[in-house]
C-alpha cells in the first residue's frame, strides 16, 4: 500500500511540475508577444525624442508633426511617461493642371519613455508647440553641481 501512496505523490508532484514549467513558458511567451507588438508599433511611427536631464528636471522632448494637441494622451509615473496620440494626416501635391497626389496616414502612435532618475509626476509642465510636444519633470533628488577649476 505504501509503494502505491509514494506513486501517486511521484505522479502529483511531477504533474504540478510540469503545470509550473507550462505556467512559466506562457509567461514568456506573453512578454515575447508583448515586445513584438511594442516593436512594430514603435516601428510603424516612432517620432523622433530627445531626453534631457538638468540639475533639477528631466526634459522629455518628442517630435509629432501633424498631430493636434488635443489628440495627445499623457500618463506618467515617477519613472516613464507614456505617450499616446491620435493621428490622421492627409498630404496632397498637385502638380499643374491634373496631376494630384494624395498621401494619407492615420492611426495611433505609442511611444514610452523611462526616465533615468525618478521624478515627481505631479509637477510635470508640458507645452505643445509647432509639433514638438516638451514634458519637465522634477527630479526626486536634486543635485548640485559645482565648477571646478583645473589647476
Known amino acids: 500500500m505504501n509503494k502505491r ?20 513558458t506562457a509567461k514568456t511567451i506573453d512578454s515575447i508577444k508583448y515586445d513584438i ?29 501633424g498631430i493636434k494637441k488635443e489628440d495627445i494622451d499623457l500618463k506618467l509615473t515617477e519613472t516613464n511617461l507614456k505617450i499616446t496620440a491620435n493621428f490622421d494626416i492627409t498630404q496632397e501635391i498637385e502638380q499643374g493642371n491634373y496631376i494630384t497626389f494624395h498621401d ?18 505631479q509637477e510635470a509642465e ?18 548640485e553641481s559645482f565648477t571646478l577649476e583645473i589647476k
Do not use: C, H, Q
Open 104 to 121: 494619407r496616414k492615420s492611426g495611433v502612435m505609442r511611444r514610452s519613455v523611462r526616465f533615468p532618475k525618478k521624478v515627481i509626476p
Open 126 to 143: 508640458a507645452t505643445f508647440e509647432n509639433g514638438i510636444l516638451t514634458v519637465e519633470v522634477p527630479k526626486v533628488e536634486k543635485t
Open 37 to 65: 507588438e511594442k516593436s512594430v508599433i514603435d516601428y510603424t511611427f516612432l517620432p523622433g525624442k530627445d531626453i534631457i536631464e538638468t540639475d533639477e528636471s528631466i526634459i522629455v522632448r518628442v517630435d509629432l508633426p
Open 5 to 24: 501512496n509514494d506513486r501517486k505523490k511521484t505522479i502529483l508532484d511531477r504533474k504540478g511540475l510540469v503545470e509550473k514549467m507550462l505556467e512559466e
